[in-house]
């Protein structure tokens, strides 16, 4: 593929539409502007909405090297950086797509394992309005649902019942 082609298939993710409709420089682009992330860590029992998370630099994951097997990080804690994209409906704001991404840290040890195809994945579903949150321990959902529910409870009540019944 020549280097022209390969220059005018790239996308670029930003922040907000620069564009404002005219095409130009931007077109094409990603908007992260309605997603936020949410950490859920189960063994703090607690959630918390950390937007560094959405360029890799949340607290849990800085100062760690990553490694490309789960088995490599010897003392894992478990957290889920779940991808929230929120729209708005006829209601009002709501929660429309939900994808709960695996991050395990042995910050003793200095190393973490994330499928960056996974957070990927989920964050670009959770952009198309898709729930995935199936993968999830109990205790987990459970923790997110409170936070959802509590953060904007108009947001929870608005949403689907997809969701809902997902985090149930």
Do not use: C
């Not at 959902?141 to 997809?162: A, G, P, R, V, Y």
């Amino acid at each position: 593929m020549s280097e022209e082609k390969k220059k005018k298939q790239s996308f670029t993710i930003i922040s907000d539409d620069s564009t404002d409709g005219h095409g130009g420089y931007g077109g094409g682009s990603i908007s992260l502007e309605n997603m936020s992330a949410i950490i859920v860590d189960p063994e703090e029992n607690k959630a918390y909405v950390d937007l560094d998370a959405m360029h890799a630099r949340s607290d849990i994951e800085r100062r760690v090297k990553y490694m490309n097997d789960r088995d490599e990080v010897p003392e894992p804690r478990l957290y889920w950086i779940v991808w929230v994209t929120v729209e708005r409906g006829e209601k009002g704001p709501y929660y429309a797509g939900v994808g709960a991404s695996e991050l395990l840290v042995d910050k003793k040890n200095r190393r973490a394992y994330k499928s960056m195809a996974e957070h990927v994945g989920n964050m670009e579903k959770s952009l198309k309005g898709k729930i995935v949150v199936a993968h999830m321990d109990d205790k987990s959902k459970l923790i997110l649902k409170e936070f959802l529910e509590t953060f904007k409870d108009d947001m929870w009540e608005n949403s689907t019942d997809e969701l809902k019944n997902n985090l149930a």
